[in-house]
C-alpha cells in the first residue's frame, strides 16, 4: 500500500451536500444515448450522489450504482426520497469498491463518468477493468471517459461562481491542482467556503484533498489490450466530435474481445 496515496482516497467525504452544485452536466445526454442504444439494466460505477443514475432512471431504465463513499452516497439516497417512485424503484444503490466488487450479474452497458482516475496505481486500475470485464454481457459495451494526462495543466487554481443554499447562504468551491508526473498523480486541494450573502460574513470552511491517476493515452491502450478489450468508437467530447490529440476529454466507447 502507497501511504503517500491513501490521503486521496476520502476526497469526496466531508462535502458530498455540496457536490452537485458545481457539477456541469454536459455528459447526461451522452449517456442517455448509451442507455438508449444498450438498453436496462446499467451498471453506474463510482456513482457519487447518484447525478447520471438518476438521469437514466428519470428516462426509464433500470440502473445499479456502485459507490464507495458513505456520504456520498448519504447524499444520493437523499436525492432519492425526492424522486418520484417509479424513478426510485428502477436504481438500486450499492455501497462497493469498484477495484473489487461481485454483483452476481452482467449488464449491457457499464458506465464510470469522470471517475476512472480514482483507480489511482496501474495494479487497481486492472483490477477495476477486471471487474468491469467480469461485469458484461458478452457484447456488452464499457464507456471510459478520460482527461487525457499528456494535456493537463502542471498547476492550475480555480474559483467558482457562489451558489445560494437558502437561509441566507451562499457556497464558494476554489481550489488547486497539481500534476505529479513521476507519480501520474494530479493531486487536488479543494475548499468550499460557506458565508452569509447578506454580509459575506464567513461561516465555515471545508478543506478536502483527493486525487486521480495521469493515465496517458498509450497507457491507457496497453491497459485495455491487457484487459483484453478494445476500443469501439471514441469521441472529443461529449457532443460526439471525434477525438484528436488536442481533445480535453477522450471517450473510449469500449467492447471486450
Ligand atoms: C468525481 S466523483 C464522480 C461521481 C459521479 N460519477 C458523477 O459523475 O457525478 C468520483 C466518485 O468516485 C467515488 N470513488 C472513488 N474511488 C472509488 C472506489 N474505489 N470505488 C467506488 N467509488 C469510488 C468517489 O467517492 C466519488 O463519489
Redesign the pocket.
Known sequence: MDVELEKY?R??EKAAQY?NLF?NNE?LPFYLSYAKNCGSPIL??????G??SLHLARNGFDVVS????ST?LAEFRRLLGQEEQETAKRIQVVK????SFDLGRKFPLVI????FG??LTTE?QILLLDCVRHHLLEDGTFVVDLFPAGNQPEYGSFEEPAVGIGNDRTVTRSGIMRSHLLKQILSLKITFTISKTSTGEVLEKIHQESAVALVYNREFELLLRHSRMMIVEEFGDFNKSPYSEGSARRIAVTKMI
Open positions: 482516497r476526497g469526496y457536490y457539477t455528459d453506474d460505477l463510482a456513482a457519487g450522489t447525478r447520471v456502485l459507490e464507495n463513499s456520498m462497493g469498491d469498484m477495484r464510470i463518468p469522470t471517475s480514482h483507480a487497481e
